[in-house]
């Protein structure tokens, strides 16, 4: 907002707010957070992510219960191809739903995908 009135943005960030964000943080709010970390090398301070459910990718992952994975790519400025060791299933944000997947996925610069595994 710039003086009370929308700036060219506001339209873009409302959007990814009320059809991404909230929907994403709705799914993960009844889900338990157990653990996060990252792949390929930690920022300092952080952890690596040492369980062995994504085998590829740059990126910073919340586990959430024994199925769901928050998977955030960790660069801003290129995109990663994200592999895990089980398939997948994505969460569709506009419709609540979870749409079957593999277990590899691109993510582009800073994106993010929850995922629930499969097998």
Do not use: I, K
């Not at 710039?2 to 409302?14: A, F, K, M, N």
């Not at 009320?18 to 338990?32: K, N």
């Not at 955030?72 to 969460?91: I, K, M, P, S």
């Not at 979870?98 to 929850?114: S, V």
Request: include cysteine; hydrophobic fraction near 40%; charged fraction near 20%.
């Amino acid at each position: 907002m710039d003086g009370g009135r929308p700036t060219e943005r506001y339209g873009v960030v409302r959007d990814l707010n009320t059809r991404w964000l909230r929907p994403v943080g709705d799914e993960l709010a009844r889900l338990p957070w157990t653990s996060a970390g990252h792949t390929g090398p930690p920022p300092a301070g952080a952890r690596p992510l040492e369980d062995g459910v994504v085998v590829g990718g740059e990126v910073v992952v919340g586990r959430y219960g024994a199925r769901h994975l928050f998977v955030c790519n960790a660069r801003h400025d290129a995109g990663t191809e994200v592999r895990l060791a089980a398939r997948a299933a994505a969460f569709d944000p506009a419709t609540g739903s979870y749409q079957p997947g593999g277990a590899t996925f691109p993510l582009a610069p800073g994106a993010a995908r929850l995922v629930r595994l499969e097998s």
